[in-house]
C-alpha cells in the first residue's frame, strides 16, 4: 500500500507493538479496525498516573480544564506514541494518519 511502509494489517501491528514496547510504553492493544474503518490504526497503551495534584478530589479535578500536570502528562505521552507510530508505520495526513491513540493511565499502587 502507498500510504504505509508495511504490506499489510498483521506486519504493521507487529511492527507497531515492538516499536511502542522499545519505546517503553505499556502497550495494551494493537489493531485495525472493522467495515468501513478498516484502515485505521487503534493502539491503547498504558502510562503511570499523575494525580491532579492541586485538585485532588473529584469536583476539583472537573475544575482544573486540562491545565495541571497529570493532563499535561498524559498529553505529552499521546504525543509521543502518535511519533513512534508515524516513524514506524510512515502514516501520515489527516486524522495522523488514520490513527486513533487512546492513552490508559495506570492507577496508583
Known amino acids: 500500500m502507498s500510504w504505509r511502509n508495511h ?3 498483521k506486519s504493521e501491528t507487529k511492527a507497531v507493538k515492538r516499536a511502542l514496547e522499545e ?3 505499556s502497550t495494551v492493544r494493537v489493531g485495525h479496525g472493522t467495515g468501513t474503518a478498516w484502515a485505521w490504526l ?3 497503551v498504558r502510562i503511570p498516573s499523575t494525580p491532579h ?3 485532588p ?3 476539583q479535578r472537573m ?3 486540562g491545565n495541571c500536570e497529570g493532563c499535561e502528562a498524559r498529553r505529552q505521552a499521546t504525543s ?3 511519533a513512534v507510530i508515524r516513524e514506524v508505520t510512515g502514516r501520515h495526513g489527516d ?3 488514520d490513527t486513533n491513540v487512546s492513552v490508559e493511565e495506570l492507577a496508583h499502587a
Do not use: I, K, L
Open 7 to 9: 504490506a499489510d494489517h
Open 23 to 25: 519505546a517503553q510504553f
Open 42 to 44: 487503534e493502539v491503547t
Open 53 to 55: 495534584a492541586q485538585y
Open 57 to 59: 478530589d473529584q469536583f
Open 63 to 65: 475544575v482544573c480544564a
Open 80 to 82: 509521543r506514541v502518535y
Open 95 to 97: 486524522y495522523n494518519g
